[in-house]
């Protein structure tokens, strides 16, 4: 079968990589991809929001399976256009429709969707900028530390966590009336803080039965310690150390269970992946976020963990038949680490010529995974934030992070810098 990812960064090479592996694979395609891509898959240039563009790369290719990456596309309604469209009908699609993309692209409806479910998560009330007093009036209610939320896409970096209530008031204002994050915090969440330690729980569903994938946990602050900027996220490791079969168990009965039976009975189109961002609070799980596809660096550590053919599994979920898989996972652990551009989550170049790849070989201990790389000249240079992931795979998650730092030893490229503290929090 032919099949087309849409996206170009870790994720992107990781789902590539994995389904070129199985021998139901016919033409792989991903656009617009990356360098890293290359090595098993045809790139395309093609803008993944121009919907017609990518249909008429459908057609042309004759795609059979269609796998959307990242969460813009499916947000604006990638589904919907595509199953409207006669000439399209035979096409399968990984990814919700635009409603259930919803949960991610809007985070009051998300936060209104688990309280109709009885899903935990923080209080909240959701503000815009006609009642800019009232929200002030609620942090004043409030204890520090104070969270605030841009209800839409704001790339991983619309939330933030204040201990001063004047700073969390003018930080609102600045959101509301000034667009802080664009048209994404036209509207705010303001939620409790929760106090405890993040990991995050990935289900494929075909909208009534699912699949609980491994779990992980991913360090989104640029600086060691956690400090510093939000980042898309510089590194994650999975199976998450804490969360023991007690735990998932609760996981699965109070979190994940309601989510799809919800999703279910509200008749919305879901197939594809559902991400839910936690919090352990003492031994309780609490929901953060939804997101409607996989995280990166997450797939970068869960998806080479699981053993079944891959295009196998996507296959099955897009024809409804989800319940037919018994999923094998990998007992060992994994830990990927990120290479990125000096400057980044702020202004930074592109375009610096990587070296050392070519003396790694992606073996069963070791996988490079491209995020933000492309070919110029026939050499990869860098062509985003973050560039590389490097992931170890070993018997414990400190094992697999030495393997990662180990081989970052060989790669270079001008102002790489990653984190060399992931894990530390876990011992």
């Not at 930080?171 to 303001?190: C, D, I, P, R, Y």
Request: net charge negative; charged share 25%.
């Amino acid at each position: 079968m032919n099949i087309l990812i849409l996206g170009s960064g870790g994720r992107e090479h990781t789902l590539a990589h994995q389904i070129s592996k199985s021998p139901n694979c016919g033409a792989l395609f991903v656009a617009p991809g990356n360098a890293g891509t290359l090595s098993c898959a045809t790139n395309l240039d093609v803008d993944i929001l121009n919907f017609e563009e990518v249909g008429q790369c459908i057609l042309a290719n004759d795609i059979q399976l269609l796998v959307v990456g990242p969460e813009a596309p499916l947000v604006e309604g990638i589904k919907d256009y595509f199953e409207d469209k006669p000439e399209f009908s035979t096409l399968k699609i990984i990814g919700p429709s635009k409603q259930g993309a919803l949960l991610e692209g809007s985070k009051e409806r998300a936060k209104e969707f688990m309280k109709a479910h009885q899903v935990p998560t923080a209080a909240y009330q959701s503000f815009n900028k006609h009642n800019l007093d009232a929200g002030k009036s609620f942090l004043a209610k409030m204890q520090a530390p104070f969270v605030l939320k841009a209800d839409g896409l704001a790339g991983g970096k619309g939330v933030l966590i204040l201990d001063d209530l004047k700073a969390a008031q003018d930080e609102l204002e600045n959101m509301l009336t000034n667009q802080k994050f664009g048209k994404a915090s036209e509207k705010v969440v303001v939620e409790e803080f929760l106090d405890g330690i993040e990991l995050s729980v990935f289900v494929l569903t075909d909208g009534k039965n699912y699949l609980t994938l491994p779990n992980a946990k991913d360090y989104k602050r640029i600086g060691e310690g956690d400090t510093g900027l939000n980042t898309g996220g510089m590194g994650a490791i999975s199976p998450v150390p804490f969360a023991d079969q007690a735990f998932m168990e609760k996981v699965d009965q109070k979190i994940v269970k309601p989510s799809i039976d919800g999703l279910h009975k509200e008749n919305i189109d879901f197939t594809g992946f559902l991400f839910i961002g936690l919090m352990k609070v003492g031994d309780e799980p609490f929901v953060v976020e939804y997101n409607v596809r996989m995280g990166d660096p997450e797939t970068e550590v869960v998806i080479p963990r699981i053993k079944n053919d891959l295009l196998d599994i996507l296959n099955k979920t897009a024809n409804g038949n989800i319940q037919d898989i018994t999923l094998d996972v990998d007992t060992q652990h994994a830990a990927t680490v990120m290479l990125v551009s000096g400057g980044y989550p702020e202004a930074y170049e592109k375009e610096k010529v990587i070296s050392g790849l070519d003396a790694i070989q992606n073996s069963n201990d070791i996988f490079v995974c491209h995020a933000g790389t492309k070919l110029k000249n026939d050499q990869v240079v860098t062509n985003g934030g973050r560039v590389i992931a490097v992931t170890g795979f070993g018997n414990h998650f400190q094992s697999a992070l030495e393997k990662a730092y180990t081989q970052i030893e060989t790669i270079d490229f001008d102002n790489m810098y990653f984190r060399k503290d992931l894990g530390k929090d876990l011992v």
